[in-house]
């Protein structure tokens, strides 16, 4: 690539390079990607072995172009990773993969940026971070290294053979976490799975997908997460072609639940005693979209059938353990289901409050020129979705489009 010039820079070709490329070539606004692996890398080596997609193929894409799957089925990691490849060679995306980029940083007394690669320079008047909210795996350090036990981040999980003979303990009970520790027991293992605050939709209800009762219920547009809510995490599987998350069913089926990890002592975890109030306020949240899909459906007049069943919780379940002695347990393994934070260290310019996070509204960043595409809540509750990302792609693309329009009026 050597020495280049572009009016557009777009770091990362995942789902939020792509769709960014799309809007920008729609727009005529010259522009280059740049992908330091293959393009939706994440997609294919960053996930585990039998990851499909959390929403059904209808719902869960761009709108220019449909899986070549059952639009109800979930597209597995593979077909979502063809589908972001297929879309880059429909739009012709300028991307070029195999390029890391090592640091951007303002051009002195000069406008635009100047872009250090593995290839060589880049002179953009624009740059968009499209790299995504799945950065670097966060792993809490609270258990030290030591001799049989392995632990590892979700991100790094691939299937039940890579852990060790033995029990194995999750923690993390959003979408990663629940499906890891119930693809880990139906593999015959002792699991323990360390439940969180979460939400609990239901994956269908009354014959349709929860996509669609988020989408008519106006869910997807909420611009901020409740108050108290920004670090809850959303239980909903689409594996075995989707089925309801149910806590009390992952206890029937052998999985030991324990509160929230909070510390380690002496060969000793520690839970908080919050399992029966945390499963209880998501099925509070399971009960409220209940009670706003009836209304709906009676609002509406829809002859959508009851489902009156769906309301049968089932018993309480018992209280956490205060302490698991892991040795004892048998465990040889943790997953760390525990997220992710972002790295800009590459971005050197004045884009980030003092912990490090982005500064900007709906991606258009506080440093002029600068633009972010793929954060959670960008501009609502739908914006880190494959389908949300593109919407906000459009708004990133038309701002630059106008200060672009101003640039040349001058």
Wanted: proline content about 6%; aromatic content about 8%.
């Amino acid at each position: 690539m050597s020495n280049h010039e572009t009016e557009v820079l777009v770091v990362g070709a995942g789902q939020a390079g792509v769709a960014m490329s799309e809007h920008l070539g729609a727009r005529g606004i010259p522009h280059l990607v740049l992908e330091r692996d293959r393009i939706a890398e994440r997609w294919r080596s960053g996930r585990w072995d039998s990851l499909v997609a959390n929403g059904p193929a209808w719902h869960d894409r761009f709108p220019g172009l449909e899986f070549d799957i059952d639009p109800d089925a979930f597209a597995s990691k593979e077909q979502v990773a063809d589908y972001f490849a297929g879309y880059a060679e429909k739009i012709d995306a300028p991307i070029h993969c195999g390029v890391d980029v090592h640091r951007v940083r303002r051009k002195a007394g000069a406008p635009g940026f100047l872009v250090e690669t593995s290839e060589g320079t880049v002179d953009a008047r624009y740059v968009v971070a499209a790299t995504g909210p799945f950065q670097q795996p966060v792993i809490p350090p609270l258990v030290p290294a030591s001799p049989g036990l392995v632990q590892l981040h979700s991100s790094a999980y691939r299937n039940p053979g890579q852990l060790p003979a033995g029990a194995a303990l999750v923690v993390g009970a959003g979408s990663s976490g629940v499906q890891i520790a119930a693809e880990l027991r139906a593999a015959g293992k002792a699991v323990h799975l360390s439940v969180g605050p979460h939400e609990r939709p239901p994956r269908r209800y009354r014959g349709r997908d929860f996509c669609w009762w988020l989408g008519v219920l106006h869910k997807w547009d909420a611009p901020t997460p409740p108050l108290g809510a920004e670090h809850v995490t959303i239980a909903v599987s689409g594996a075995d072609g989707g089925r309801t998350v149910d806590f009390r069913e992952l206890a029937a089926d052998g999985i030991t639940l324990v509160g929230r990890t909070t510390g380690f002592v002496d060969g000793r975890l520690q839970f908080a005693a919050d399992l029966r109030a945390t499963i209880a306020a998501g099925d509070a949240s399971y009960l409220t979209m209940l009670d706003e899909a009836d209304a709906y459906v009676a609002r509406n007049g829809l002859d959508l059938p009851a489902e009156p069943q769906a309301r049968d919780l089932g018993a309480d379940v018992p209280e956490s353990i205060a302490e698991l002695d892991l040795r004892a347990a048998g465990i040889t393994a943790i997953v760390w289901a525990t997220g992710f934070v972002a790295d800009y260290g590459w971005l050197q310019v004045d884009a980030f409050d003092e912990a490090g996070k982005p500064k900007h509204a709906r991606g258009v960043s506080a440093e002029p020129g600068v633009y972010f595409l793929g954060l959670p809540w960008q501009s609502r509750r739908g914006s880190s979705f494959i389908w949300g990302v593109w919407h906000d792609a459009a708004y990133v693309a038309e701002h630059i489009a106008i200060q672009r329009g101003y640039l040349g009026a001058a």
